[in-house]
Nanobody, 126 residues
Framework: QVQVEESGGGLVQAGDSVMLSCVVS?????????MGWFRQVPGKEREEREC???????????YYTDSVEGRFTNSRENAKNTVYLQMDNQEPEDQSLYYC???????????????WGRGTQVTVSS
């Protein structure tokens, strides 16, 4: 059974940095999956999660939504079944519940990803 655990969220001030981690256990083919970071605000359904960043299976191709381009960095350590999201220069609009998911094919929509964790909350005070 695949388990996903996101961590690293918390209360930060605008302009601060925070790094999220996502550990995937139970999937021996982690290094064959693209990974994505998504965020979900209250009132939205899972399929409406906003894609923040994705990274391909090897880590050499990344995607960022426009609002985080240049501020967020997505990386992965396949030997540790772990994906990271470094979030710099936080803005109040970044406040959300952040999730990571895996996809055998990649993509930028939530329905292309599986094995979600429970998420980690990032709260940004201005």
């Amino acid at each position: 059974q695949v388990q996903v655990e996101e961590s690293g969220g918390g209360l930060v001030q605008a302009g601060d940095s925070v790094m999220l981690s996502c550990v995937v256990s139970g999937r021996r083919t982690f290094d064959k999956y693209a990974m994505g970071w998504f965020r979900q605000v209250p009132g939205k359904e899972r399929e409406e999660r906003e894609c923040v960043a994705t990274i391909n299976y090897s880590g050499d191709t990344t995607y960022y939504t426009d609002s985080v381009e240049g501020r967020f960095t997505n990386s992965r350590e396949n030997a540790k079944n772990t994906v990271y999201l470094q979030m710099d220069n936080q803005e109040p609009e970044d406040q959300s519940l952040y999730y990571c998911g895996g996809s055998p094919f990649g993509g930028a929509t939530a329905d292309e990803y599986v094995d979600w964790g429970r998420g980690t909350q990032v709260t940004v005070s201005s």
